[in-house]
């Protein structure tokens, strides 16, 4: 039955299974890709703010050893972002990913232009149809739920506000899920397909650091918290992590930049520019070097949902079958009414 349901999203994608792995920066890197792709997923490579010669080294790789298809995330408000696009340009990917905030029209028309598929995140109803009249060929809702840069609104607000009035475009949806259930009724709800990532770093082929991954063991959906916004002056992107002195030092590093936008001592894109950079540093400081006390853990807070480490592709039969079996119930309950 499922096969039914998700059939746009398959049709789109080009994968057998319609569930895309986030782009995780520091997570989301070639071994990750490779293994959802070879289970039958819909991965994404994250580059984040890496070198651009790194960026390209990459690249190269995933089109030389990925024969499904797959996505590169581009993190708009990267410092590296534009060096970034123009080399991804160029390359034989088949789909782009705009995240960390939403593009501009113009990137969106020059990336179409070079034969790629692109997708983007929506928060609103508005931004949703916006990006779509610039061309954008799918759209993925992600709820505030989620782990990383996320937006403001839940997921089962944006569902009533954006995917039940978009029934002819291909939207998938994120943040929060971890179960087949809630996968099943998500797809009877329209959706095309879902993202997970927090999921995906509990899995026995994601490279992160042991401690990391105990970490989320660990972890209680309440801990999974988002950074708040000192100051209009200093807009940031909200991020969800785990609580520790990293998510601390972040609201210092505000501060701090807040005090010497007030002293005229660094601009407003340069003061952004940091904002990112620590958030790329901290991140590896915990994937990385397992300092899961200084660095940041980012977590949707599914990963109060999430209690063991599995193989990729376990993880994708497991939520498929619970799908299935909610499938099943569901059409049992309509058969009686």
């Known amino acids: 039955m499922i096969k039914n349901i998700w059939r746009r999203g398959r049709d789109f994608l080009g994968v057998e299974i319609p569930i895309i792995a986030g782009g995780m920066t520091w997570i989301s890197d070639f071994d990750l890709v490779k293994a959802v792709s070879d289970a039958g997923g819909f991965p994404v490579f994250a580059g984040g703010n890496m070198p651009p010669e790194m960026s390209e080294k990459e690249i190269d790789r995933l089109v030389e050893k990925i024969h499904k298809p797959f996505a590169v995330n581009l993190i708009t408000i990267a410092p590296n972002y534009q060096a970034h696009f123009e080399i991804l340009k160029d390359k034989n ?122 970490a989320f063991i660990k972890a209680r959906a309440r801990q999974a918290i988002a950074t708040p916004q000192y100051d209009s002056k200093l807009p940031v992107v909200g991020v969800r992590a785990l609580s520790n002195s990293g998510m601390e030092n972040f609201g210092k590093l505000q501060l701090e930049l807040l005090k010497k936008l007030q002293e005229g001592t660094i601009s407003r894109e340069n003061a952004q520019f940091e904002v990112e950079n620590y958030w790329a540093g901290s991140l590896r400081t915990a994937v990385v070097d397992g300092n899961v006390d200084d660095g940041s853990l980012m977590a949707g807070q599914s990963v109060g949902l999430i209690n063991d480490i599995k193989p990729i592709k376990q993880i994708l039969l497991d939520m498929i079958n619970d799908a299935e079996d909610e499938l099943d119930k569901m059409k049992e309950t309509f058969s009686l009414i």
């Open 93 to 214: 990917v088949p789909f782009v990913i705009f995240a960390g905030n939403f593009p501009k029209k113009k990137d969106v028309v020059r990336m179409k232009e070079s034969g790629k598929k692109t997708i983007s995140f929506a928060s609103t109803e508005s931004i949703a149809k916006k990006q779509i009249s610039w061309g954008i060929d799918a759209l993925i809702l992600e709820g505030s739920e989620a782990g990383g840069h996320i937006g403001n609104v839940s997921l089962i607000v944006l569902l009533q506000q954006v995917l039940f009035n978009l029934s002819n475009f291909p939207v998938f949806v994120a943040g929060g899920i971890a179960t087949g259930k809630m996968m099943a009724h998500l797809l009877m709800m329209g959706a095309s397909g879902i993202q997970m990532g927090t999921r995906f770093v509990m899995s026995e082929e994601c490279t992160a650091h042991e401690n990391f991954k105990k």
